[in-house]
């Protein structure tokens, strides 16, 4: 059974950091690309970043560009979303999710069940 589980959301002031994780199983974790999607309060779905399977490839909506980094360790079956220079519009529910396979515009198979993060002051 496929099971992903995110963690590491919490309160943080605007300026400030946080490291998103999602654990991985069920799958062979380094076949697959990964994905991180966000839901604000009250708006749509958001797609924010992606990372194929080996690592050697990743991608960004504009809106966080510089700001945040995505990464995995195939070992441990995790990824990762490490969120700097946090903005108020970036609270939302983190959701991890699994590719059907390894290319970049495939769809998406598996869900979290999210992690809040909130940017306020």
């Known amino acids: 059974e496929v099971q992903l589980v995110e963690s590491g959301g919490g309160l943080v002031q605007p300026g400030g950091s946080l490291r998103l994780s999602c654990a991985a199983s069920g799958f062979t974790f380094s076949d697959y690309a990964m994905t991180w999607v966000r839901q604000a309060p009250g708006k749509g779905l958001e797609w924010v970043s992606l990372?194929?399977?080996?690592?050697?490839?990743?991608t960004f909506v504009d809106s966080v560009k510089g700001r945040f980094t995505i990464s995995r360790d195939n070992a441990k079956n995790t990824l990762y979303l490490q969120m700097n220079s946090l903005k108020v519009e970036d609270t939302a529910v983190y959701y991890c999710?699994?590719?059907?396979?390894?290319?970049?515009?495939?769809?998406?198979?598996?869900w979290g069940k999210g992690t809040l993060a909130t940017v306020s002051s």
């Open positions: 999710a699994k590719s059907v396979d390894n290319s970049w515009d495939s769809a998406l198979d598996y």
């Open positions: 990372i194929n399977g080996g690592s050697d490839s990743t």
